[in-house]
C-alpha cells in the first residue's frame, strides 16, 4: 500500500480539527527544523500543566521532520528519549527546535528541545528516524 499523506497528521495536518495545524520551518537542507504552538487547556495533564504526552509529541514532530527533509521522503520514528525539565503551562506558546546531529543513509540521529519564549527549557529529547518505503503501510489500514 502506498505512503499517503491525508493532511492529517495531529501535529501539522490542516485537515485534522483537533491537531496543531502547525507548519515547520526548516533550514540548511533539513538540518534544522522548528515549530511554535500554543497547547489549549483540555491538552493539560495536572490542572493548567502541559501533558506530557503532548511534550513528547512535539519532540517527536521536529525529530521526524528531520528525517523527511533530509530523506526527502516519508520518515518515522525508529527511538525516542524525552528528558522533562520544567512544566509546561497550557494556553502558552512553546518553541520546539530539532537539529540533525548524525545522518547515514538508513538512518538519522537527532536532538531537540522544548521551550517556553523566555527560553526556559521544558524537555530535550534525542531520536533516530527512519526513512519508509510503501512496503511500511499494511494493507488493513482504512482512513
Known sequence: MPIENNNKCFVCGDNNPYGFKVKPKV?????????????PNHMQGWAGILHGGIISTLLDEVITHI???SFAGPAVTAQLEVRFRNPAPTG?????SAERIKMSRRLIEATAVVELSDSTVIATGNGKVMPVDDNFAPEHITV
Not at 538540518?31 to 497547547?39: G, H, K, L, N, Y
Request: charged share 25%; with cysteine.
Open 92 to 96: 502558552v506558546k512553546l518553541i520546539v
Open 67 to 69: 528525517g523527511i527533509e
Open 27 to 39: 533550514k540548511d537542507g533539513g538540518a534544522t527544523v522548528s515549530i511554535e504552538c500554543t497547547p
